[in-house]
């Protein structure tokens, strides 16, 4: 019954800023990766950013040096900082979360919010 809920997106000028945000139902403790992906019109989704429990992070070659993930464990919410942000980074911005089994039969469960719309002008 894991719920993750995402915030923070809206309309941006090319080259401002946003903030998103990911509220999980619960403890974030509980999961072995956290990820941002986004999916823009006539695209497949692509991951963005990712953190693991060990605070190994990820980040996709389009948005290195620019975006910024980040996790509060007190608050539950992990965190996109987006700067510099460009018209191709127009997407829906989705939060992912990941538990592996860890024992054979190995598995990955996936947990994804709604997401929020990112629209960025030229």
């Known amino acids: 019954q894991v719920q993750l809920v995402e915030s923070g997106g809206g309309l941006v000028q090319a080259g401002g800023s946003l903030k998103l945000s990911c509220v999980a139902s619960?403890?974030?403790?509980?999961?072995?990766?956290m990820g941002w992906y986004r999916q823009a019109p006539g695209k497949r989704r692509e991951l963005v950013a990712r953190i693991t429990s060990g605070d190994s992070t990820n980040i996709a070659d389009s948005v290195k040096g620019r975006f910024t993930i980040s996790r509060d464990t007190a608050k539950n919410t992990m965190y996109l900082q987006m700067n510099s942000l460009k018209p191709e980074d127009t997407a829906v911005y989705y939060c992912?979360?990941?538990?592996?089994?860890?024992?054979?039969?190995?598995?990955?469960?996936?947990?994804w919010g709604q997401g929020t719309q990112v629209t960025v002008s030229s």
């Open positions: 992912n979360a990941a538990i592996y089994t860890s024992m054979a039969p190995y598995r990955k469960d996936d947990y």
């Open positions: 619960g403890s974030i403790f509980r999961f072995d990766a």
